[in-house]
């Protein structure tokens, strides 16, 4: 389910932009359109409201456009993708993609899917964890796996909207460890970390950037990351593979918009992604939350994305979750 992507193959996708990018694609500071609504599917404080808001500070001055933020609720991602392919193709409104507008269009079939949606390019991927409470009596994964092989009813793992990602995380989780314990769902990133705190459910899973606040507060404990490697600004944190998980996921994000965007506008993209990666700023956020910048063009990201959508609909089918 997770989309693996090797560092030298990142580096190779960003040279082969740089090489084809000229000048002029950003050379008059001025995007398409004046006014850019940048639409996401979650709450406020849920990942990619967050870290849309901070890029969107860095882009006026870059773009010569003005960004706003958009929370665009329902359907687990229905509703924003439905806004966002109905929209004009100027450049207006991009859509903040996460692997959950695939979900949703695989497991719901809506009447807008991620198939109706034109990829822009990627700009991050995003480590996943599994977080309790300070007070948890679960110090690691292995406490926490082994109190629900014990009494599956007194561990309820908490996730957003049913097409989510964090949900196929916890499907794949039980499935590798055999638990039945109940998966609660939740209306978007910070009211799981609301249900967390208030023991609603006994784990959450989710990205590092929501959960830093609850974190240098002393309210939030991470037991595992899905990660290869232990991240660099959790040192003591154990992946899951260190605690016989083999699961590992990267969750990317990225932009999206309407079909038939003109070719100006999604080269503006390409050219603006890897100099604002590169804003010292907005560097020191994105690594402070532990996103990883895997910038990718519009055309790799396609492929990506219709790569990404074979894997799961082939995983669901086997599962039965959905027909052939």
Sequence with gaps: MSVRRHRKSIAVAAATVFALLTQQALADGKYPVDTVNLITLSKPGGGTDVYL?????????????DF????VLGGSGAVAMAKTATARADGG???GSTPTYVFTSLLSQPQVGYKDLQPVANLFFDPQTIYVTADSPYHSLTDLIAA???DPASVKFGVTNPGSMDRQIIQQFEDLTGLT??????????????????????????????????MEAGKIRILATFTEQRLATLPDVPTAKEQGVDLVVDKFRGL???KGMPDEVVKAWEAAIPKILENPDFKKWYTDADMIPAFMPHDQYQAMIDQFAKEQ???????????Q
């Design 53 to 65: 808001r901070e890029m969107s500070k860095y882009l006026h001055d870059m773009m010569g456009a």
């Design 68 to 71: 706003v933020v958009q929370n």
């Design 93 to 95: 409104t991009l859509f």
């Design 148 to 150: 629900s092989k014990k």
């Design 181 to 214: 314990s109940p998966v609660v769902t939740n209306d978007g990133g910070g009211e799981l970390i609301i249900s967390v705190l208030n023991h609603t459910v006994s784990c959450g899973t989710g990205e590092v950037q929501e959960l830093r606040g609850q």
């Design 256 to 258: 999206v918009g309407p």
């Design 313 to 323: 609909h082939d995983a669901f089918v086997k599962n039965g979750l959905i027909a």
